[in-house]
C-alpha cells in the first residue's frame, strides 16, 4: 500500500502529525509513507524514518505572485511531482481548503481514496467545504488532542486501532496520545546537561516574558547546566541577545547561529532537555523525547500539551506561570528521566 500524507503546515501541526508515521509502518504492512509539506520544513521530514518520498510545497510563496511566470512553472513541476505515483490512500491531516485541493490532485491507484475530517473538533484548525473535497470524510471527535485527532483520522482510513496495546510489546496498554517517531539520527541515550530554551513563537499571546527566561537560565546554569538559546530571524536573534545578558554571559551559555530545521533537530535531540513556549520546537522536543516542560499562556493544554510521559509536562494554561513554578516543572521532569533510565 502506498499511502500519502497532506500536512503542509505549520511546524507545531507538522510535528504533531508525525506520529502517524510510525502508526502506518507498525499497522499496515507493507506500506510506503509520502508526505506533501511547506518546503520550509522538507529538511525536517527528511531525518524521519519512515517517509519514504517528501514533495515540497511552496504555497507561501506562490501566494504572492500567483500569476508569475516562475510561479506557474514551479506549480507545473510541483503537480508533476505529486502526481508521480499512484496512492491507495491520501490523507489530508489538515482539513483546510487548501490542503484538500493538493490531496484532490493527488494520483489515485485503482480503488484507492481520499480521506479528510468530515466536521470541526474544537481548537483545531478545519474548513467545512473539504467534507465534499474527498470521497471519503471520516467523522472525529469534538474534543481531541491535535497528536490523536491525526492518528485517528489515519486509524479510522486504514482500519486499525491505535489503542489498546498500541506500540507495546506486551501487550500493555500505553497511554492514549503518547506519541512515538522514529528518528534517522540517533538520540543519545545518556542525557546532556545542555537545556535549550525554545523561547521563540509566531504567536504573541504565547510568549513568556523575557526576564522570566533569563531568571531560568540563571537557575539552570547555577545549577550545572548549559543553558542553549536557539534563533531564527532579526527579532530573535536581538532577543537572545537581551536573554543572555540577562543569564550572564559566559561558559553556562550557547547562542546558536540560525539552523535549517533538520540541524536544529540534531542539535536539539543532543541536549538533555528543552524548556519552551507552545510551539514547534516545543513539539519537536517532544517528539524527539527529550526532557520538557512546555509553557502555555492560554487554556490550551488539553489540545497541544505532552501527554503520556512523566518526564514531559506542561506548565500554566489558566494563567502564565512563573519561573519558579517552570523551574520546580523542570526538577520533576529531569528526576522522572532519571528514575526511568534507573528503572
Known amino acids: 500500500m502506498r499511502v ?13 502529525t508525525l506520529p502517524v508515521v510510525h502508526d502506518l509502518l507498525t499497522h499496515v504492512d507493507p506500506v510506503v509513507v509520502d508526505w506533501v509539506v511547506e518546503e520550509a520544513f522538507a529538511p525536517l521530514l527528511g531525518e524521519v524514518l519512515g517517509i519514504e518520498r517528501v514533495v515540497r ?17 514551479e506549480r507545473a513541476a510541483f503537480l508533476a511531482q505529486l502526481r508521480r505515483e499512484p ?3 491520501v ?15 493527488a494520483r489515485l491507484a485503482r480503488g484507492g ?4 475530517y468530515a466536521n470541526a473538533s474544537e481548537l483545531c484548525g478545519y474548513e467545512w467545504p473539504v467534507r465534499y473535497m474527498v470521497d471519503r470524510p471520516l467523522a472525529m471527535e469534538r474534543r481531541v488532542h491535535a497528536v490523536r485527532r ?13 489503542d489498546a496495546g498500541d506500540g507495546a510489546s506486551d501487550g500493555v496498554r500505553e497511554p492514549a496520545q503518547a506519541p512515538r517517531v522514529d528518528w534517522r539520527f540517533p538520540v543519545p541515550a545518556t542525557a546532556s546537561r545542555d537545556v535549550m530554551l525554545a523561547h521563540g513563537t509566531t504567536r504573541s499571546d504565547n510568549e513568556w516574558p523575557e526576564p522570566a527566561w533569563a531568571d531560568i537560565g540563571q537557575r539552570l546554569v547555577a545549577a550545572g547546566f548549559r543553558v542553549v538559546l536557539p534563533q531564527a530571524g532579526a527579532i530573535e536573534a536581538q532577543r537572545v541577545q537581551r536573554i543572555a ?8 551559555v550557547e547562542i546558536l547561529a540560525p539552523l535549517p530545521l533538520d540541524a536544529l533537530a540534531r542539535r536539539m535531540a543532543a541536549c538533555g532537555g528543552v524548556i519552551g513556549v507552545d510551539s514547534g520546537l516545543s513539539h519537536l522536543a517532544v517528539a524527539l523525547d527529550l526532557c520538557h516542560v512546555q509553557i502555555f499562556s ?13 518526564h514531559q509536562v506542561p506548565v500554566g494554561g489558566d494563567h502564565v506561570p512563573s519561573a519558579a513554578e517552570v523551574w520546580a516543572a523542570w526538577q520533576q521532569v529531569w528526576a522522572a528521566r532519571d528514575e526511568g533510565r534507573a528503572a
Not at 507561501?60 to 512553472?73: K, N, Q, S
Not at 483520522?153 to 482500519?159: F, Q, S, V
Not at 545578558?245 to 553556562?252: D, N, S, W
Open 4 to 16: 500519502l500524507i497532506v500536512k503542509l503546515s505549520s511546524l507545531g501541526d507538522v510535528v504533531q
Open 57 to 73: 510545497y511552496a504555497g507561501r510563496r506562490w501566494r504572492h505572485r500567483p500569476f508569475a511566470a516562475d510561479t506557474r512553472r
Open 87 to 89: 496512492y491507495d490512500a
Open 91 to 105: 490523507i489530508d491531516c489538515q482539513g483546510l481548503v487548501k490542503s484538500a485541493l493538493v490531496a484532490r490532485s
Open 113 to 116: 481514496h481520499r480521506y479528510t
Open 150 to 162: 491525526a492518528r485517528l483520522l489515519a486509524a479510522r482510513a486504514l482500519g486499525y486501532e491505535i
Open 245 to 252: 545578558a540577562g543569564i550572564g554571559t559566559g561558559a553556562g
Open 298 to 310: 492560554q487554556p490550551r493544554v488539553w489540545r497541544a500539551g505532552p501527554v503520556g510521559s512523566a
